[in-house]
């Protein structure tokens, strides 16, 4: 009975079959006289009981079953506590991906966090002139730090990176043409497709070279008085190696500022500080893409920033001004919440020595493996009381990767656990099982399967306590009867 969410047990003891034709259901007011009914009211109020106590009533009545009142009050409290349930669940993200779009990508810091708390709680000067005391541009809160960062003359920010390149080529492109690599016509996860943003952008695109080699000639023999811009996408997801050719945004500048066209390097996720510290292959910068020769850079500030979800472009005073304008970054902009978290996350980068101690992002890729493994080791027995006998658990090596199209292929070596079937027969579907059961604790806890194995990466794990309280309701199909845990 789905619609009063009870369990078939809770079910079975609340409805009755009836056997008579005539079943006889309580009113809706006598049932709101229950003593349960009545704490519901104080509780959530009139409306909301009565309405589930008529749809209990509607149901039973469908169903051609009998129900007290108390019956009838007690599916309507469960009713409304399945109506209480939150949609926005808290998972551990054990798959070792750090930036995983699924699971909501970066977490904030801490200063992001308590701006954003302020900005929420209070009034804000969000779009006011203190020397004139008439209106002021929001973006101006974010936008010096924004040059500063990244040495550009000027600065936009929208909701996120897909509405910043939309709005970029909107701006400078439409009923025109763009000319791009046909090696970076990519498609991202959710829908974001180069040649689809394009077109609703209003911009036609103009592919050039093949899908490993591009060449200068390419561009410039596609160059034509329709030509509105030069556009740079960089391969977020995916690497083409062997036999490949690709024209780099310098090159590209020269020939845009000839021909005297624009040139967009859309970063994707983008970064403000260099990665190689972190172990990792060195993505570019928005300064480098910017003293390049770009003209306008956009990147996300929920990937490598490490802040909320947002899109910037940062270049060209005289294009920016020109974006602003367009009315459709008015439909983009950003609300005060998180115009608050993105200046608190980008004042971190005045002091990038502290990034790995303030930013959760950058503590995950930077958290040392001794670090991973002591966690590890305390949490061993509980993962394997938690298990059972149907599986082993060891402490193993695993590779964890930025994620979000950051560094596609660059990996970090790390830590977890690497569970296995105890029996070989039927162990994909013991895992699946095991992976099932992880997903429906309390809090998810969401891993990986692979070679045979059901790995939970521990990289991103921080608050172990909480971790294992979750962990002791696990309940393993096959292996529940061999622990004293009861069902959740
Ligand atoms: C991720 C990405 C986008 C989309 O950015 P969102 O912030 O997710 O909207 C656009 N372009 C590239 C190259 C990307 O990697």
Known sequence: MARTGLTSDEEAAVLRSAPSRH????????????????????????????DAIRDVLDD???????????????????????????????????????????????????????????AMRNTIALEYDFTGGGRGERDDIVRDLL??????????????????????????????????????????????????????????????????????????????????????????????????????????????????????????????????EFGLPDEPTVSKALSAGADLVTFSGDKLLGGPQAGFIVGRCDLIASINKNPMKRAMRVDKIRLAAIEATLRLYQYPERLTARLPTYRALSRDIDDIRACANRL?????????????????????????????????????FVIRAACSQHEGRALQGLANAFRSLPAPVIGRIKNQAFILDLRCLEDEEDFIANLERLVTTGGSGDRGAGPT
């Open 60 to 118: 039973a009545r469908a169903r051609e079953v009998m129900l007290t009142a108390d019956e009838a009050a007690q599916a309507a409290a469960s009713h409304i506590a399945v109506s209480q349930v939150s949609g926005v669940k808290v998972v551990y993200n054990l798959t070792g991906t750090i930036l995983h779009t699924n699971l909501g990508r970066a977490l904030l810091a801490e200063e992001a966090i308590e701006a954003a708390d302020k």
């Open 23 to 50: 079943p006889r259901l309580p009113s809706v007011h006598i049932v709101s006289q229950t003593a349960l009914a009545t704490g519901l009211i104080e509780t959530f109020g009139q409306k909301a009981v009565m």
């Open 147 to 276: 040059c500063r960062l990244t040495g550009a003359e000027d600065a936009t920010l929208v909701n996120n990176n897909a509405a910043a390149v939309l709005l970029t080529l909107n701006t400078l492109a439409e009923g025109r043409t763009v000319i791009v690599s046909r090696g970076e016509l990519i498609e991202i996860g959710g829908a974001f497709r180069m040649p689809d943003i394009m077109a609703s952008a209003g911009a036609q695109l103009v592919e050039v070279g093949t899908t490993n080699r591009t060449h200068f000639r390419d561009y410039e023999n596609a160059i034509t008085a329709e030509t509105a811009a030069l556009l740079k996408v960089h391969t977020s997801n995916f690497r083409i190696e062997g036999f490949t050719k690709s024209v780099s945004a310098g090159e590209l500048s020269t020939l845009a500022n000839e021909h005297n066209i624009p040139l967009v390097d859309d970063l994707g996720s983008g970064t403000l500080i260099s990665l190689s």
């Open 380 to 416: 061993a027995p509980h993962m394997a009381a938690c298990v059972g006998a149907h599986f082993s658990v060891e402490i193993g090596a695993c590779e964890s990767q930025v994620g979000s199209g950051a560094v596609p292929i660059a990996t970090l070596p790390s830590l977890g």
